[in-house]
C-alpha cells in the first residue's frame, strides 16, 4: 500500500495528473467551441477558422508565455497561473455560447490564445522537475488519459454533451482541479531556476535550438500536407472523440518509447512520416474515414511527444527551462501552416504530392543532421559509464570506500545522504571526501564533479 500512495504521490505521477487535468480542461473548450462554429459557418470556413487561425493563436500564446517565462518566475508562481485559468474561462464562455458567428470567433481565438499560455505553464514547470526517464510518460499518460476521458464524457446526453451549454460546468470544475494540481506542484515545492542549473547545463552546439524548431515544424507540416482532420466528415458522420482514443493509444506508446531511448522515440517519429504519402494513396480508395481518422491520430501520438520531450531535454542541456515551450510553439505553427498548404493545393494532387515529397526530403536531412547534433556525442564515446568510472579511479589512486564516496557525490548527494547510505559517520564521509579532493587536485566537490564530467563528456566539453 505504501508503494502505491508513494507511487501516486511521485512528481511523475503529480506532473501526468496535471499535464491530463489542462489538456482536459483546454481540449473540452476547444472542441466544444469547433462545435458551436459549425451552427454558423460551412465546413470549409470552419477548417480555416479552428485549425489554421485557432492554432496560430495558440502559437502565438505559446510565444508570450516563453517571453513572460524567460524574464520572470512566472511559471513557478501558482498564483499566476491560477489567473492564466481564469482569463481562460473568462474568454471561452462567450466563446461557447455566443449568439454570432462574429463574436464566437472573436471570442475563440482569444481563447486560444489562452490555451498557448497554460500549454506553457504544463511543459515548462515538469520539465523542470522530471527526470528525462519520466518526461515521455508523464506526458504520454497525461494527454492519453485526457482523451479518454473526454470520450467517455462525450456519451453523455446521447453523445451530445460536448455540444451542449452543460459543458460551461465541466469546464469550471476542470479549472478548479487544475488549479488545485498546479497548487500541489508549485506551492509546496516551488520551482526555481538557480545557479546549479546553469553549472549543470551542457550547452549544445551551434544553432540547435533554431534547427530542432525547424524540423518539428517540418515534421507537422509534412504530416497535415498528407491528412488534415476535415469538418465536413464530422458533419458527415465522424465520430471525432472515438477516433481520438487512437491519439490516446500513440501517445502512451510514444511515451514510453521515448523514456526507453531517445532515439528510438525519434526513430518511430521519423518513420512515421512516411504516414502522409500513405494517407495520400489512401485517399482515392472509398475508405470510411473514420479509418483515416483513426490511422492518422495514432502515429500523431507521436509527432505529439517527439516535439515536447525534444525540447524538454534541450531546455535541460541549456540549464534554461521555459525553452520547453518552443517544441509544442513550433508543432503548433506547423500544423496550421501544414494545412493551409494542403488546402492551397486540393486542387491538384500531383502537385500536393510533389511538394509533400520535397519537403520530406528536406526535413530528413535536417533531422539526420540534428540527431547527429544530439546523439553523435554518445557515439563518440562508445566506454561504458563503468569504464569512464574505473578509469578515473586508477588514474587518481582512489580505494574502495573513496569509490564509494565518489558514487555518490556524483549523484549530488548531501555528506548526511552518504553516511546514512554508507553506515558509517559524517565525519568519516567528510575524511573520504577530504582525500578525494587531494588526490584529484580539487578544490570543491563541485569543481571534483566537473572533472570527472570532462572525462565523462569529452565531445560535449570540447565544444
Not at 473540452?28 to 451552427?39: F, G, I, K, P
Not at 455566443?98 to 486560444?112: E, K, V
Not at 534541450?314 to 517544441?327: C, S
Request: include cysteine; charge should be positive; hydrophobic fraction near 50%.
Amino acid at each position: 500500500m505504501r508503494r502505491i500512495i508513494r507511487f501516486f504521490c511521485s512528481a511523475h505521477s503529480v506532473c501526468a495528473l496535471w499535464i491530463a487535468l489542462c489538456f482536459s480542461l483546454t481540449s473540452v473548450a476547444y472542441l466544444s467551441w469547433v462545435y458551436h462554429l459549425m451552427d454558423f459557418a460551412a465546413p470549409e470556413r470552419v477548417d480555416v477558422y479552428s485549425l489554421i487561425l485557432g492554432y496560430s493563436c495558440q502559437a502565438a500564446g505559446l510565444a508570450v508565455g516563453f517571453l513572460l517565462f524567460r524574464k520572470t518566475q512566472a511559471m513557478a508562481d501558482w498564483k499566476i497561473f491560477s489567473m492564466a485559468v481564469l482569463c481562460f474561462c473568462v474568454v471561452t464562455l462567450p466563446a461557447i455560447m455566443g449568439n454570432t458567428l462574429a463574436s464566437t470567433l472573436l471570442f475563440g481565438l482569444l481563447m486560444n490564445v489562452s490555451i498557448g499560455i497554460l500549454a506553457g505553464f504544463y511543459l515548462c514547470v515538469p520539465a523542470g522537475k522530471l527526470k528525462e526517464a519520466h518526461r515521455g510518460k508523464s506526458f504520454g499518460f497525461g494527454y492519453g488519459l485526457s482523451t479518454i476521458f473526454i470520450f467517455a464524457v462525450s456519451l453523455l446526453e446521447n453523445q451530445t454533451f460536448l455540444r451542449s451549454q452543460a459543458v460551461l460546468i465541466l469546464v469550471l470544475l476542470l479549472a478548479t482541479a487544475a488549479i488545485g494540481a498546479a497548487f500541489v506542484l508549485l506551492e509546496k515545492k516551488p520551482y526555481q531556476e538557480t545557479e546549479k542549473d546553469q553549472r549543470a547545463a551542457k550547452p549544445l552546439p551551434g544553432n540547435t535550438v533554431w534547427l530542432a524548431g525547424a524540423v518539428v515544424v517540418l515534421l507537422s507540416l509534412v504530416k497535415n500536407l498528407g491528412f488534415s482532420f476535415r469538418m465536413e466528415e464530422i458533419q458527415a458522420g465522424t465520430n471525432l472523440e472515438l477516433s481520438r482514443l487512437f491519439y490516446g493509444a500513440g501517445l502512451i506508446t510514444a511515451g514510453m518509447i521515448a523514456d526507453k531511448s531517445r532515439k528510438s522515440g525519434a526513430t518511430c517519429t521519423v518513420t512515421a512520416l512516411a504516414l502522409p504519402f500513405v494517407m495520400l494513396a489512401l485517399s482515392a480508395e472509398s475508405l470510411p474515414a473514420m479509418i483515416c481518422w483513426g490511422l492518422d491520430y495514432l502515429f500523431y501520438g507521436f509527432f505529439s511527444v517527439y516535439r515536447v520531450v525534444l525540447f524538454m531535454d534541450i531546455a535541460e542541456r541549456n540549464g534554461h527551462w521555459p525553452l520547453a515551450a518552443l517544441g509544442l510553439l513550433a508543432g503548433r505553427a506547423g500544423d496550421a501552416l501544414g494545412t493551409a498548404c494542403c488546402r492551397l493545393f486540393s486542387f491538384n494532387r500531383v502537385l500536393l504530392i510533389g511538394f509533400t515529397l520535397v519537403l520530406f526530403v528536406v526535413t530528413l536531412l535536417l533531422f539526420i543532421r540534428l540527431c547527429q547534433r544530439l546523439y553523435m556525442p554518445e557515439i563518440v564515446r562508445e566506454k561504458s559509464e563503468r569504464e569512464v568510472f574505473e578509469s578515473f579511479a586508477i588514474q587518481h589512486d582512489l580505494s574502495a570506500r573513496e569509490r564509494e564516496v565518489l558514487r555518490l557525490i556524483l549523484t549530488e548527494q548531501s555528506v548526511p545522504q552518504i553516511a546514512e547510505q554508507l553506515f558509517v559517520t559524517e565525519s568519516t564521509v567528510r575524511y573520504h571526501i577530504h582525500h578525494l579532493l587531494q588526490k584529484s587536485g580539487c578544490k570543491t566537490r563541485q569543481e571534483l564533479m566537473n572533472q570527472y564530467n570532462i572525462k565523462r563528456y569529452p565531445q560535449i566539453t570540447k565544444e
